[in-house]
């Protein structure tokens, strides 16, 4: 017999309050105050650091106070993302008993497979992406997390209805090279949204019925709709007291200078290749790199699944991942060589390791 679970639906809210719902339905799942959830949720425009994040080394802040973009900061680790009412967000509160598994790659598999078969139901081919992205012919619609709270699990995805990649660029705090109309262009190559694919906005119930009917046939359960409990109402107000205020968004302090972004170019037989990096000095790692230029690579993912490989890489290990990247991958590149793209990430690099050994 199918367990019964709940589905909620908390609307569209400012960051902080959807922040706040996360503490308070994940320690609620963790005490066993409610069965395992589902909740849909929708922003108002934002800008969301990860709990161990810098809002001055990651966001355009003086864009963001000009634009009213609320900045805000996750319960959860993993990059900065820009957030508004085009995106459908869907949330799975659960027991590690529903998953069977402390890893949390498994459960991002499984989860992600499902998401994607409802993303499919729609009309298109939605296929999940490791580690945690699902996409269509390559281009990602929806990014994904998860986070443990002793046995609760905490499992995000964001569906893509409709998105403004170049305001998403200009949240962040990227190299302005990024901001080129060619440097848009191509970073619209890289996602897609519902609209785009569909050539209309879809009914938004139609999309959460196809996430609902994946998340029970994947999980054998079945959905009742309900309402947040008393208990979570009280976790809540308690936790929107702290997560609320200027103390909590900048939880985390670090100076931009700590995270230069870097920038280098150079012409190879396979074409023109640039790339930006934020490099975190501290730690000698490379936060975040991005590639562009005029250059053929086939199939299009080539260079999206490439930089996903790079980011957060210790500088000593930098050098050996591209280079396994590309060791039995069949992609047509021309004449462009792994070696071009270590030349070129080497030139970047170059002045903050020569001012750190002066």
């Keep these: 017999m199918s367990e019964k679970w709940r589905v909620i639906d908390t609307g569209l809210r400012p960051a902080a309050q959807n922040i706040a719902l996360n503490r308070a339905l994940l320690e609620a799942r963790e005490a066993e105050e409610i069965p395992s959830t589902l909740r849909f949720l929708r922003f ?31 319960i959860t680790g993993g990059g900065a993302i820009y957030f508004d009412e085009g995106q459908i967000g869907w949330e799975l509160y659960l027991h ?11 459960i991002s598999r499984r989860i992600c497979h499902a998401a994607a078969t409802a993303i499919s139901a729609l009309g298109i081919d939605a296929r999940y992406r490791p580690r945690n992205d699902i996409e269509v012919d390559g281009r990602k619609i929806s990014g994904t997390g998860g986070a443990f709270d002793g046995a609760a699990l905490m499992f995000q995805g964001t569906l893509l209805v409709e998105f403004d990649v170049e305001k998403m660029l200009r949240v962040l705090r990227i190299p302005a090279e990024k901001l080129t109309d060619k440097a848009i262009a191509s970073a619209r190559e890289r996602v897609t949204s519902l609209k785009e694919l569909l050539g209309r906005r879809p009914d938004t119930g139609l999309v959460r019925r196809n996430i609902t009917e994946a998340f029970e046939s994947e999980f054998d359960c079945e959905f009742l709709e309900g309402e947040l409990t008393l208990s979570e109402h009280a976790r809540y107000q308690v936790a929107l007291r702290e997560i609320d205020t200027p103390g909590w968004v900048h939880l985390v302090r670090r100076p931009a200078s ?94 903050p390791l020569m001012a750190q050994n002066s």
Aim: aromatic share 8%.
């Design 96 to 106: 590690r008993r529903d998953v069977g598994t402390a890893d949390m790659q498994a």
């Design 258 to 351: 700590d995270m230069p972004l870097l920038e280098a170019q150079q012409k190879f037989t396979g074409g023109m290749l640039r790339v930006a990096l934020a490099f975190e000095l501290p730690a000698q790692r490379v936060r975040q790199i991005w590639f562009t230029g005029d250059f053929f690579v086939n199939p299009r993912r080539t260079i999206t699944d490439l930089e996903a490989v790079l980011r957060d890489t210790p500088l000593d290990q930098l050098e050996r991942r591209v280079r396994t990247f590309f060791v039995g991958r069949r992609v047509d590149m021309l004449s462009l060589t792994a070696e071009d793209f270590i030349t070129v990430i080497r030139l970047a690099l170059k002045q």
């Design 44 to 74: 108002a425009p934002c800008a969301l650091l990860g709990y161990h994040q810098s809002a001055e080394q990651e966001l355009n802040l003086e864009y963001c106070d000009a634009n009213r973009i609320a900045v805000q900061r996750r």
